[in-house]
C-alpha cells in the first residue's frame, strides 16, 4: 500500500497512510484507513481513480463524512475524499465542486438573492454526497433543484454530464447510487427572491433544527430511511427505544429517528445499537428499518 501512496503522491500533494477515520465522519468514530486522499480538483480526483483502477486497489470515494459509519478495524484501500470545494454564481445557476458543504452553497445563494436551497443549509454533507443520495429535508430534495452534475464513468473512464432527469433520483437515490460514477461538479437552477425572505426562510428552518435534532453530539443524521407510511423516529419511540443505549451509542431523546455518539461510542457500539432497533421496531410493527446511512469495513454486516 505504501507503494501506491508514493504513487498517490505524483498527483496529489493530499495524501496520508493510517489515517484515523473518526477525524472524517461526523459519528466522530472509525479505525484507519490504508491510505487517505484529498484530491483538490476535478482532474486530480479522476487521476487518483485511474491510478487505483490500474492498480487494482479498493477504493471509496467520500464527501464530508456525514452519512457514513466507518468499522472500528478501520478500511482497507483508499479512500478518497473529495475535496475540490469552488463554487460559483451566474446569473440564476450556482455551480459548486462535489466537495463543496451543501451548507456553503445554500449560504452563497442566499447572498447572491437565489431561492431553492434554503432547506440544505442545515444539511451537513458535500455536494457530492447530497447528489448520490438525492439530500432533503422539510419537504425538499436536492432533485427540485438540479439541472446538471459532471460525473467520472468509471467504466469508460471519461467524464459525462447527466441532466437531473437522467439521474433518476429517487427517496434518498439516484443512479450515481446505483451505478458506477462519481460526482466531480453539481449545476443547481435556481430563481431570483428577496434575499430577507430567503433568510427569514433559512433562520425558522434553523430553529426548528435546533428544538427537534440532538445537534449537540456526533451523528449521521437521520440513521434509517422513512418507511413508506411511517415515520422512522416514532416507530423507533413506540418500541420503547427512546433513549436506549449500547456502550456509549444511543438512541436520542430528542429525535428517535437518529443515533448519537453520546459517550465516546465505538462504531461497534453504533451497529449493535442498529441490529437491536431493527430487530425491535420489526417485531412490534412488522416493518423493517432500512439503514440510511453508508457502512464502511468489516464487522458492520446487518
Do not use: W
Request: glycine share 10%; with cysteine.
Amino acid at each position: 500500500m505504501y507503494g501506491i501512496a508514493e504513487e498517490l503522491r505524483s498527483i496529489t500533494a493530499n495524501v496520508m497512510t493510517d489515517e484515523k477515520m473518526s477525524a472524517h465522519t461526523t459519528f466522530r468514530t472509525g479505525g484507519c484507513a490504508d491510505i487517505f486522499v484529498i484530491p483538490k480538483n476535478a482532474k486530480e480526483a479522476t487521476d487518483v481513480v485511474r491510478l487505483l483502477l490500474a492498480r487494482n486497489v479498493p477504493y471509496t470515494v467520500i464527501g464530508n463524512g456525514s452519512n457514513i459509519l466507518v468499522s472500528d478495524e478501520g478500511y482497507r484501500g483508499c479512500i478518497v475524499c473529495m475535496g475540490a470545494d469552488d463554487m460559483n454564481v451566474l446569473g440564476t445557476t450556482v455551480t459548486a465542486g462535489a466537495g463543496a458543504l451543501l451548507s456553503k452553497v445554500a449560504r452563497l445563494s442566499y447572498e447572491n438573492g437565489l431561492t431553492g436551497l434554503e432547506f440544505a443549509a442545515g444539511i451537513p454533507g458535500s455536494v457530492g454526497g447530497a447528489v448520490v443520495m438525492n439530500a432533503g429535508a422539510y419537504g425538499s430534495e436536492i432533485k427540485d433543484v438540479i439541472k446538471d452534475v459532471k460525473l467520472f464513468d468509471i467504466r469508460t473512464q471519461n467524464m459525462v454530464r447527466l441532466s437531473g432527469e437522467d439521474l433518476l433520483f429517487g427517496y434518498r437515490t439516484s443512479i450515481v447510487k446505483t451505478q458506477p460514477l462519481i460526482v466531480l461538479e453539481a449545476v443547481f437552477e435556481l430563481s431570483h427572491k428577496d434575499r430577507s425572505e430567503i433568510k427569514e426562510t433559512m433562520d425558522d428552518l434553523a430553529a426548528r433544527r435546533r428544538s427537534k435534532q440532538p445537534l449537540e453530539y456526533p451523528s449521521a443524521g437521520s440513521t434509517f430511511k422513512r418507511p413508506e407510511g411511517h415515520f422512522a423516529g416514532k416507530l423507533i419511540e413506540e418500541a420503547g427505544l427512546k433513549g436506549y443505549s449500547v456502550g456509549g451509542a444511543a438512541v436520542s431523546d430528542k429525535h428517535c429517528g437518529f443515533i448519537i455518539n453520546r459517550d465516546n461510542a465505538a462504531s461497534s457500539d453504533i451497529i449493535s445499537l442498529i441490529r437491536i432497533v431493527r430487530q425491535k421496531v420489526f417485531e412490534s410493527s412488522g416493518v423493517m428499518l432500512e439503514p440510511e446511512i453508508v457502512l464502511l469495513g468489516e464487522g458492520l454486516e446487518l
